[in-house]
């Protein structure tokens, strides 16, 4: 049960560089999109360090 809690920071990171590279590809790029994907970045990767410090 842990071990898919444990990668769920990377999944949520994984999306925001989704979130980001979409826009890109179609060159529809605001900043409103940009702002989303690196907040989603940012709560993935303070999300994967307090789980594994949590879970471990």
Do not use: D, R, W
């Not at 809690?5 to 940009?34: E, R």
């Amino acid at each position: 049960m842990n071990k898919p809690l444990k990668y769920l920071g990377v999944f949520v990171l994984l999306i925001g560089v989704v979130i980001l590279v979409l826009p890109t590809i179609t060159h529809n790029l605001s900043n409103s999109t940009l702002l989303v994907g690196i907040a989603v970045i940012v709560a993935g990767y303070l999300g994967h360090i307090f789980l594994n410090k949590k879970i471990e």
